[in-house]
Nanobody, 125 residues
């Protein structure tokens, strides 16, 4: 089993920044693809960013491209999501996930086997 624990969420005004972290433990391997998903109230969960192992190829959804940056520190088994220029529509629960397949053009939930409990992000206007 792999355990994922997110942190760094909070409340911020529009235009502000937050940095989410996700620490992995257990039977975690640095060759896992990692991703961030979010779910707003009343909406389906969506993948917003993913990063492959090795060369660290990245994917961003159109809704966050240019504002969010995903990165990983394999020495610390930690995944990050730097979120800048936040908008009220970025509000939601953010989850990190670990899986075995990186897709360059989309993020699919069923590619990810392990999930954290989530951290809440609230952006006020």
């Amino acid at each position: 089993q792999v355990q994922l624990v997110e942190s760094g969420g909070g409340s911020v005004q529009a235009g502000g920044s937050l940095r989410l972290s996700c620490v992995a433990s257990g039977n975690y391997y640095t060759w896992y693809t990692m991703a961030w998903f979010r779910q707003a109230p009343g909406k389906e969960r969506e993948g917003v960013a993913a990063i492959s192992a090795g060369p660290g190829n990245t994917y961003y959804s159109n809704s966050v491209k240019g504002r969010f940056t995903i990165s990983r520190d394999n020495a610390k088994n930690t995944l990050y999501l730097q979120m800048d220029s936040l908008k009220p529509e970025d509000t939601g629960m953010y989850y990190c996930a670990a899986g075995t397949r990186f897709r360059p053009n989309l993020v699919r939930e069923d590619d990810y086997n392990y999930w954290g409990q989530g951290t809440q992000v609230t952006v006020s206007s």
